[in-house]
C-alpha cells in the first residue's frame, strides 16, 4: 500500500483533550508527544520502509503514528485507554493503513496481529516497561526491531554493561542487541515529565542474536532471578537463597563456570550466567 500523503503537523495536546473532554491520566503514565522533531528522530530508529509492518504501543493521541503511517504499510496501533479512542479515530481517520484496537498489549499475542516479521513502536511508562519487552521478545512471533521511548534511567540500566547488570539488561541482551539512539527533553510531551526520555533501539533480528548455545532458557532465567533476587548478597549466597539449593552444590557450580563464589550478579556478564546455566544443567536431568 502506498502512503500519498506527508505526516500532519502535530496538533496542540492541549486542544484536543479540552475538545474531547478528557484530562491525562497519570496512573498510566500518560505524557503525549508533542515535537514533530523528536516523532521524527523516532521513525528514524526503526528505520522503516514501504514494506514493513509496524506495531505501536499506546499510540495516545496518535502524533508519532501519523509519522509511522505515511512511511510503513501497516501500522496497527493498540491503545489501553478507551478514552482516546474517539481522538485516534478523528486524527488517524484518513490513514487507510492504521488499523486502531482498544485492549492491553499484555493481553494479546502478537500471533494474531503479524504472521511475518515486523516492528514496534512504543512510547512507554516506566512500571509497565519490563513487562512488555518481555511480553513481545518471547512471543512466537517476536519483532525483528524495537524502537522504545522509556525514561532515561531504564534506557541506561537496558544497555547496561557488567558491574552494573541488572535483570532488564540481561533479559533484553540475551535475546537482542540495545543501543540508545536518541535523547529527549521533557518539553516534547505533555503533560511535561520530571524527567527526560531516551530512544532505545533493540536489533532482534537473527543476526543480532547470539548463539549462546543452550537450550534450557527457562533455567538460565531461574538463575538469573535467584542471583539478583538478593543484590547485597553474594553470589553464591543469593543463588542457595534464591533456588533452595545446598550451598555446597551453588558452589561446585560456580567453580565449574569459573566464577568467584564471592562475586555479585550485577558483575557477571552474559557469557558467565552462560557458564553457569550450563554447569547447572547435569543437575537438573
Same mark, same amino acid.
Given at each position: 500500500?502506498?502512503?500519498?500523503?506527508?505526516?500532519?503537523?502535530?496538533?496542540?495536546?492541549?486542544?484536543?483533550?479540552?475538545?474531547?473532554?478528557?484530562?491525562?491520566?497519570?496512573?498510566?503514565?500518560?505524557?503525549?508527544?508533542?515535537?514533530?522533531?523528536?516523532?521524527?528522530?523516532?521513525?528514524?530508529?526503526?528505520?522503516?520502509?514501504?514494506?514493513?509492518?509496524?506495531?505501536?504501543?499506546?499510540?495516545?493521541?496518535?502524533?508519532?503514528?501519523?509519522?509511522?503511517?505515511?512511511?510503513?504499510?501497516?501500522?496497527?496501533?493498540?491503545?489501553?485507554?478507551?478514552?482516546?479512542?474517539?481522538?485516534?479515530?478523528?486524527?488517524?481517520?484518513?490513514?487507510?493503513?492504521?488499523?486502531?484496537?482498544?485492549?492491553?498489549?499484555?493481553?494479546?499475542?502478537?500471533?494474531?496481529?503479524?504472521?511475518?516479521?515486523?516492528?514496534?513502536?512504543?512510547?512507554?511508562?516506566?512500571?509497565?516497561?519490563?513487562?512488555?519487552?518481555?511480553?513481545?521478545?518471547?512471543?512466537?512471533?517476536?519483532? +525483528? %526491531?524495537?524502537? *522504545?521511548? #522509556? !525514561?532515561?534511567?531504564?534506557?541506561? $540500566? @537496558? /544497555? &547496561?554493561?557488567?558491574?552494573?547488570? +541488572? %535483570?532488564?539488561? *540481561?533479559? #533484553? !541482551?540475551?535475546?537482542?542487541?540495545? $543501543? @540508545? /539512539? &536518541?535523547?529527549?527533553?521533557?518539553?516534547?510531551?505533555?503533560?511535561?515529565?520530571?524527567?527526560?526520555?531516551?530512544?532505545?533501539? @533493540?536489533?532482534?533480528?537473527?543476526?543480532?542474536?547470539?548463539?549462546?548455545?543452550?537450550?534450557?532458557?527457562?533455567?538460565?532465567?531461574?538463575?538469573?532471578?535467584?542471583?539478583?533476587?538478593?543484590?547485597?548478597?553474594?553470589?553464591?549466597?543469593?543463588?542457595?537463597?534464591?533456588?533452595?539449593?545446598?550451598?555446597?552444590?551453588?558452589?561446585?557450580?560456580?567453580?565449574?563456570?569459573?566464577i568467584d563464589r564471592r562475586r555479585r550478579a550485577e558483575t557477571l556478564s552474559l557469557e558467565e550466567w552462560v557458564a553457569l546455566t550450563r554447569a547447572?544443567?547435569?543437575?537438573?536431568?
Open positions: 500500500m502506498t502512503v500519498t500523503h506527508p505526516p500532519a503537523t502535530i496538533m496542540d495536546p492541549r486542544t484536543l483533550l479540552r475538545q474531547f473532554d478528557i484530562r491525562p491520566k497519570k496512573s498510566l503514565g500518560q505524557n503525549f508527544l508533542i515535537n514533530d522533531a523528536a516523532a521524527e528522530r523516532i521513525v528514524a530508529a526503526a528505520d522503516l520502509s514501504p514494506q514493513d509492518a509496524v506495531l505501536e504501543v499506546g499510540p495516545g493521541l496518535g502524533a508519532l503514528t501519523q509519522h509511522l503511517a505515511a512511511i510503513a504499510r501497516r501500522i496497527v496501533a493498540i491503545e489501553l485507554d478507551q478514552r482516546l479512542m474517539p481522538i485516534l479515530q478523528h486524527t488517524l481517520g484518513t490513514y487507510a493503513n492504521v488499523e486502531l484496537l482498544h485492549g492491553d498489549i499484555l493481553e494479546l499475542d502478537p500471533v494474531t496481529l503479524f504472521s511475518a516479521p515486523y516492528k514496534v513502536v512504543a512510547n512507554i511508562p516506566y512500571y509497565i516497561t519490563s513487562a512488555i519487552l518481555r511480553h513481545l521478545i518471547e512471543a512466537a512471533v517476536h519483532p +525483528s %526491531l524495537m524502537v *522504545l521511548t #522509556v !525514561q532515561e534511567e531504564v534506557a541506561r $540500566r @537496558i /544497555v &547496561a554493561t557488567p558491574g552494573d547488570m +541488572s %535483570l532488564l539488561a *540481561l533479559g #533484553v !541482551q540475551f535475546y537482542g542487541r540495545p $543501543r @540508545i /539512539v &536518541a535523547h529527549l527533553k521533557a518539553g516534547a510531551f505533555y503533560p511535561r515529565p520530571k524527567v527526560s526520555s531516551a530512544v532505545i533501539q @533493540i536489533d532482534l533480528s537473527p543476526d543480532a542474536q547470539p548463539a549462546w548455545g543452550i537450550d534450557d532458557t527457562e533455567l538460565f532465567f531461574k538463575l538469573a532471578r535467584a542471583g539478583f533476587s538478593q543484590r547485597r548478597k553474594q553470589l553464591h549466597n543469593a543463588l542457595a537463597s534464591g533456588l533452595a539449593r545446598p550451598g555446597a552444590e551453588i558452589d561446585a557450580a560456580l567453580g565449574q563456570a569459573g547447572f544443567t547435569p543437575a537438573t536431568d
